[in-house]
Every structure is written in C-alpha cells, then in structure tokens.
C-alpha cells in the first residue's frame, strides 16, 4: 500500500507568495533596495513551494539568470510568488515572479521573473524522487516544455563545463 509520497500532485498545492515591504536596512547608497535582498526573497520563494511539493528539505542547485528591470525602493511590497513548472526525478523547477507595489501610487508591475532548480534530499541527504506534475492548463503545458528545454541546456552547459 502507497503512501501517497509519490502521488501526482497539482501545481496549485505548492504555490507559495512571499511578501515583505522593503526598509533602509534592504538598500544601498542609492536608495534601490540591494539585488541580493530580492535573490534571497526569490530563493526562499522557489524552496518553499519545492518543499511543499516534494514534503521534503529542498536544496537549490541553480538559479537562472534573473534581470532586474525597474528599482524598488524603501517602502514598496515586494511579492515573490513562486510555482513548480516541470519535475523530474528529483529535481523541480520553479518559476518565480518578483512582483512590485507601491502603495503611495497605488501600482503594482512585474519587476523581473526567475527560474530555479531545486533538489528533494531524503535523510541522509543524498537526492531522492519527487511526485509527480499534473498539468490542468495549456499554460501550464507550454511552461512544462519551456522547462524542458531549460533543462537540456543546463545540461548542455554543465557537461561543457566539465570538459
């Protein structure tokens, strides 16, 4: 009989959105609050809904490149909101959106989207099997392939490194 660990899971049980209103301590000499404060953000993002999907400790094995368009300043709420767009045997990938609002005009505009691989560990720490994805959507489709490809560059980049 099944535990249920393995059973194919849907993309909506592991959304997760992380939220904080950026202070001074977040930002640099400019005033823009510092890349890094919003990587940290995005990878806490990505591990939560990894880990809720796997129900496992979740490491982060990369981070695609993440461009940042537009500053966030002290006072703004940034929102990390993360989904699993492809899973394979261990690994899971991650879409995160970095999404801004600035309560004093009353906006809120995409600030940059990120990709992230992260990797179930079972107790000894050694990489173990994921659930499933189910996909519901035609989006959710498209991403799972878009993932795909990802997934074969990264491996094309790694094995080149290697080299």
């Known amino acids: ?19 904080a ?20 953000m995005v ?10 999907h796997a129900r496992r400790p979740c490491v982060t094995v990369v981070m695609d490149s993440m461009t940042f368009m537009k500053p966030v300043r002290v ?3 940034v929102m990390c909101k993360a989904e699993l767009t492809y899973v394979g045997n261990t690994s899971m990938e991650v879409r995160v959106e970095v999404i801004t609002d ?11 989207t ?8 079972d107790n000894d720490g050694r ?14 489709e498209q991403r799972a ?5 990802r997934q074969v560059y990264r491996k094309q980049q790694r094995s080149q490194e290697i080299t």
Request: net charge negative.
């Open 1 to 19: 009989m099944s535990d249920g660990s393995l059973d194919p899971k849907h993309i909506d049980e592991s959304r997760v959105t992380l939220s």
């Open 114 to 121: 990120a990709y992230l691989v992260f990797v179930a560990l």
């Open 21 to 40: 209103v950026m202070g001074p301590q977040d930002t640099n000499g400019l005033g823009n609050v510092h890349g890094g404060v919003i990587m940290k």
């Open 43 to 52: 990878d806490e993002a990505g591990g939560f809904a990894a880990m809720r």
């Open 127 to 140: 990489p173990m099997r994921v659930p499933p994805l189910i996909y519901e959507t035609p989006e959710q």
């Open 102 to 112: 600035n309560p004093l005009e009353g906006t809120s505009e995409l600030s940059n």
């Open 75 to 77: 006072g703004m709420l």
């Open 145 to 149: 392939q878009q993932a795909q490809a």
